[in-house]
T-cell receptor, first 116, second 113 residues
Framework: EPEVTQTPSHQVTQMGQEVILRCVPISNHLYFYWYRQILGQKVEFLVSFYNNEISEKSEIFDDQFSVERPDGSNFTLKIRSTKLEDSAMYFC??????????????FGQGTRLTVV | GENVEQHPSTLSVQEGDSAVIKCTYSDSASNYFPWYKQELGKGPQLIIDIRSNVGEKKDQRIAVTLNKTAKHFSLHITETQPEDSAVYFCAASKKGSARQLTFGSGTQLTVLP
């Protein structure tokens, strides 16, 4: 069964460092998303991406965040200068489309980011 | 913005009993309501979803009901089994799809054998 794959499963980084979280969405999917979950809090929407551009983003997704689909298979989330409060589980998801019948979002297993 | 509240935060039921998890949402423009199951070490997995033009949807032992007037929706699991034990999340979106979902806080369901 096709699945969304995220690497690494756990990343530890020093405050102020840049991190790149990687995701391989399901191959025929067109919409890609990043969500995060700070420990003990709700899953929060960060950004959605379609046709090589951001289609929606939340207030959390400020200038320190960026997304890219560098090679047609990977989808990355970059955090430019990490802060302690960026520590969270980051989930990548993808969906085939957004029309009726194509709405199911498939989530990856997550990358736990720890900023020290 | 949208706010989704989910209750209860934990739920224990005996195997074979039914489980009900409830969510309320604040934005009347929300039109897509998925439910996700998350097992330990895995990402959320869609188990059922409902759109605002439907009041109820059923898939084998799982059903979801939606009351647009009251702005609440519920997940019903009948004949629970130990493998139903997991964290369940409700979510809502105004985009009619998984774009820009607002999640509830999750319910830890434990099915006791």
């Amino acid at each position: 069964e096709p699945e969304v794959t995220q690497t690494p499963s756990h990343q530890v980084t020093q405050m102020g460092q840049e991190v790149i979280l990687r995701c391989v969405p399901i191959s025929n999917h067109l919409y890609f998303y990043w969500y995060r979950q700070i420990l003990g809090q709700k899953v929060e929407f960060l950004v959605s991406f379609y046709n090589n551009e951001i289609s929606e983003k939340s207030e959390i997704f400020d200038d320190q965040f960026s997304v890219e689909r560098p090679d047609g298979s990977n989808f990355t989330l970059k955090i430019r200068s990490t802060k302690l409060e960026d520590s969270a589980m980051y989930f990548c998801a993808s969906s085939e489309g957004v029309g009726r019948g194509y709405t199911e979002a498939f989530f990856g297993q997550g990358t736990r980011l720890t900023v020290v | 913005g949208e706010n989704v509240e989910q209750h209860p935060s934990t739920l224990s039921v005996q195997e074979g009993d039914s489980a009900v998890i409830k969510c309320t949402y604040s934005d009347s423009a929300s039109n897509y309501f998925p439910w996700y199951k998350q097992e330990l070490g895995k990402g959320p997995q869609l188990i059922i979803d409902i759109r605002s033009n439907v009041g109820e949807k059923k898939d084998q032992r799982i059903a979801v009901t939606l009351n647009k007037t009251a702005k609440h929706f519920s997940l019903h699991i009948t004949e629970t089994q130990p493998e139903d034990s997991a964290v369940y999340f409700c979510a809502a979106s105004k985009k009619g799809s998984a774009r820009q979902l607002t999640f509830g806080s999750g319910t830890q369901l434990t099915v006791l054998p």
